[in-house]
């Protein structure tokens, strides 16, 4: 998770557990532009399965934030009419934005959009 979210374009991961001064101090690094991760993360132990994961987090990183939105509500399992009336836009304009979703990621059905986005822990709950 920590390697996708860094090939995505992340400045640095902070663990929710940390302390206010870690936290801090983790937030005043990455604001000076170092990257941070948590102690003992070693990018290269990833291997090959955690390149893949960083090349599919690339993809989803592409997407515009209205396709991402349309990405959430199918990820919950939402019809395309549900979606369309959810974010007041026309059906046929949720079918082109999915088009291009399943394009971008790389995705034949909604189903394996679904299972790229899980593997990727795009929508994870709070």
């Excluded at 934030?65 to 199918?74: E, G, T, Y």
């Excluded at 009419?81 to 394009?103: C, D, F, G, R, W």
Aim: hydrophobic fraction near 40%; include cysteine; charged fraction near 25%.
């Amino acid at each position: 998770m920590i390697g996708a979210a860094m090939a995505a374009g992340a400045q640095g991961y902070i663990s929710k557990s940390l302390g206010r001064e870690a936290l801090v101090d983790s937030l005043r690094r990455m604001w000076e532009g170092e990257r941070v991760t948590p102690e003992g993360y070693e990018p290269e132990a990833a291997g090959e399965e955690g390149e893949a994961r960083a090349e599919l987090a690339r993809r989803f990183a592409s997407l515009t934030p209205q396709q991402m939105k349309i990405l959430r509500l199918i990820c919950q399992g939402k019809a395309n009419k549900e979606i369309s009336y959810e974010l007041s836009i026309a059906e046929a304009t949720v079918k082109t934005h999915i088009t291009a979703i399943m394009s971008k990621i790389n995705a034949r059905r909604r189903t394996q959009a679904v299972l790229l986005a899980n593997t990727v822990r795009l929508f994870e709950p709070a």
